[in-house]
């Protein structure tokens, strides 16, 4: 599975984002997808996962009430709708998938390369 993220970009505190990431090759696993992001000179963090029926939607707690994770299975894809963003949500944003839906990083087999999103004060 390939994994392509896109979306990121330079926004003002207070504005809204959408990331996409889509699956490419093998797509038939049910995975759970899932985002993380890392900030310049910390670990990567979790932000949000969502499972295969998207009916198991998890937020860390820097997305909750902000950010949406929502996923077309026909169109193997998943998005984060990240609105009244923040100074600190600057990082680089990646998509996951994996079996299981979890907050571990460690749990998803697949990685997309990596979003850029840089919000400014």
């Known amino acids: 599975v390939q994994l392509q993220a896109s979306g990121g970009g330079l926004v003002r505190a207070g504005g809204s984002l959408r990331l996409s990431c889509a699956a490419s090759?093998?797509?038939?696993?049910?995975?759970?997808m899932a985002w993380f992001r890392r900030a310049p000179g910390q670990e990567r963090e979790f932000v949000a996962a969502i499972s295969w029926s998207d009916d198991n939607p998890y937020y860390g707690d820097s997305a909750k009430g902000r950010f949406t994770v929502a996923r077309s299975n026909a169109k193997n894809t998943v998005y984060l709708q990240m609105n009244r963003l923040k100074p600190e949500d600057t990082a680089l944003y990646y998509c996951?998938?994996?079996?299981?839906?979890?907050?571990?990083?460690?749990?998803?087999?697949?990685w997309g390369q990596g979003t850029l999103v840089t919000v400014s004060s």
């Open positions: 996951a998938g994996g079996k299981l839906l979890s907050v571990s990083d460690r749990l998803y087999d697949y």
């Open positions: 090759g093998r797509t038939d696993g049910n995975y759970a």
